[in-house]
């Protein structure tokens, strides 16, 4: 019963209750159970910031407080029209890195490493980008692995490593699957498997066995 699970969200969520907040803007973010409403999701998502108390929080309670950081990033970025709030990089930039940094949020750092890499507001950045995509893809963030492997790949901005570039984009193309959505992560790996050269694809292969033996 979605609507007597919301009604009950709510009320604790009122109570100051971070989980419930978390349950309620993603509901609202995704329009699962109730309508779709990003205003409100951001809102849930903002209590949880807003209220945030470094010294009186259970550990338990870190991956909400975490996430509830990246997504109201992710509203500070974009912009939300229906409350007329413009998109604000610095602010998005200052709550990803805060969660990046805090919580070693990987899509925090992932986020983080987005602006850095399309220099959205700020200059832009390759080497800043891929310190943070290596710290996200070292946790199988997927489109991190995807990203970074294609700047080692191609050299954009950092040095290059065709064969550490290959092996990321490996492990991401195979945790892609067929998701249409996915589908850039695969054209990605597929034009870097048509420059790869045999000794690139032998070596990419042994530091996957490696990356794969320390998990």
């Known amino acids: 019963n979605t609507d007597e699970a919301a009604r009950w969200f709510t009320r604790s969520a009122e109570q100051g209750e971070p989980g419930a907040a978390a349950v309620l ?26 209220n945030y108390d470094e010294d009186n929080i ?43 940094s805090t919580f070693g949020d990987p899509n925090a ?12 507001g700020i200059k832009r950045d ?3 980008a891929a310190g943070w995509l290596v710290l996200a893809a070292e946790k ?5 692995q995807a ?16 064969a550490k570039g290959l092996m990321y984009l490996t492990l991401a193309v195979e945790s892609a699957g067929d998701d249409p959505k996915n589908a850039w992560i695969a054209e990605l790996h597929d034009k870097a498997l048509k420059v790869a050269s045999d000794s690139d694809r032998q070596m ?3 530091l996957l066995g490696d990356y794969s033996a320390r998990r």
């Open 25 to 50: 803007g993603s509901m609202y973010a995704a329009g699962e159970g109730v309508p779709h409403d990003d205003a409100k999701a951001y809102e849930y998502f903002l209590q949880i910031v807003s």
């Open 58 to 100: 259970p550990r338990r309670e870190m991956g909400i407080v975490s996430s509830a950081y990246v997504a109201v990033g992710i509203y500070a970025l974009n912009g939300l029209p229906q409350i007329k709030m413009k998109p604000d990089v610095f602010r998005a930039h200052e709550l990803f890195q805060f969660a990046a």
């Open 109 to 120: 750092q992932y986020n983080l490493a987005r602006i850095y890499l399309d220099g959205i």
């Open 126 to 128: 390759p080497r800043q």
């Open 140 to 144: 199988n963030h997927m489109e991190a």
């Open 147 to 162: 990203l970074l492997g294609n700047l080692l790949f191609t050299g954009q901005g950092v040095q290059r490593q065709r």
């Open 204 to 206: 990419a292969a042994n």
